[in-house]
T-cell receptor
């Protein structure tokens, strides 16, 4: 069973702080890693993807990948109340299409 | 605009009355997939399709059918719906080595 694990939260951070969301995965053959944001009752929206070890930055978002330790994280700088959502980690094992999803971490940014 | 379109967005129906949820994508993607999302259980894959006339079971296929007669369309069929199929359903599509794009979701209530 290919496991993708996330803390369910809620993770509560004050406005302007850095939110750190973590995800671990079990399959060492995993190749591609995705972060989706999902507002309540809405569809998942892709915000970041990362393929190589290290950091990838896009605006206020940074994805970090450590394949040796089998974890991927998402940092959100200058958190805003509008960032309050559930963040889904998704992992692709082989080249192709299928994704294994974690159950998501709920983030609450308080004004 | 690139999109995945699901219809209907909301449906309340009764046990045993056959229903179809349509999904259409305009990105010429080979891969399409159906998920259901329930509180605490995350996204669970129902069926997927790698191309026209090629479909396969996901993690929770019981009680569902799909077809892929055209590349753009991937309908989800519930031939005899039951209350345990009350859920939020998402269709997604992807090109090779690309992230999955999700439709807006269909909220099904089966009484």
């Amino acid at each position: 069973q290919k496991e993708v694990e996330q803390n369910s939260g809620p993770l509560s951070v004050p406005e302007g702080a850095i939110a750190s969301l973590n995800c671990t995965y079990s399959d060492r053959g995993s190749q591609s890693f995705f972060w989706y944001r999902q507002y309540s009752g809405k569809s998942p929206e892709l915000i970041m993807f990362i393929y190589s070890n290290g950091d990838k930055e896009d605006g206020r978002f940074t994805a970090q990948l450590n394949k040796a330790s089998q974890y991927v994280s998402l940092l959100i700088r200058d958190s805003q109340p509008s960032d309050s959502a559930t963040y889904l980690c998704a992992v692709r094992v082989n080249s192709g299409y299928a994704l294994n999803f974690g159950k998501g971490t709920s983030l609450l940014v308080t004004p | 605009e690139a999109q995945v379109t699901q219809n209907p967005r909301y449906l309340i129906t009764v046990t045993g009355k056959k229903l179809t949820v349509t999904c259409s994508q305009n990105m010429n993607h080979e891969y399409m997939s159906w998920y259901r999302q329930d509180p605490g259980l995350g996204l669970r894959q129902i069926y997927y399709s790698m191309n026209v006339e090629v479909t396969d079971k996901g993690d929770v296929p019981e009680g569902y059918k799909v077809s892929r007669k055209e590349k753009r369309n991937f309908p989800l069929i519930l031939e005899s719906p039951s209350p345990n199929q009350t859920s939020l359903y998402f269709c997604a599509s992807a090109g090779p080595n690309q992230p999955q794009h999700f439709g807006d979701g269909t909220r099904l209530s089966i009484l």
